[in-house]
């Protein structure tokens, strides 16, 4: 029964465009959306709010590591994985629902099954971060 209502009902794969998404209510509807799987598309006039949003990922600590002067954590991010290495004094366990943001200026992105660079923060490229499996 949850197959079907999930298929029949379910976000997953769908595509929204929400204008003022700079705002609170339709940031908040925008994350939201986000976690359902909806590939969200943020407008406002306010470019600067726009990007904010757009930066905030709502996701759980998978597992955190610490390593000495360091914190190597994985933050399964839908079906994803992502390492972030953090200060040693981290205070997140497994679990923890936390919001990310990537600082472009820092960011690296490699090939999950090649290791190829995909980007590099010299690039000065825009990065788009998508649910599991859609492009």
Known sequence: MADYLTDLFGLQGKVAALTGAGGFLISEMSRGLSKAGVRVALLDKNREAVEKVR?????????????????????????????????????????????????????????????????????????QISPSGQK
């Open 55 to 127: 930066q905030e990922i709502e996701s759980e600590i998978f597992v955190s590591e610490p390593l000495g002067n360091e914190t190597i954590v994985d933050i399964k991010f839908g079906k994803d994985i992502i390492k972030v290495i953090a200060d040693a004094d981290f205070p997140g366990v497994r679990r923890d629902k936390i919001w990310i943001g990537f600082d472009s200026t820092k960011l690296h992105l490699f090939h999950k099954e090649t290791g190829e660079l995909l980007f590099h923060a010299s690039d000065n490229a825009l990065i």
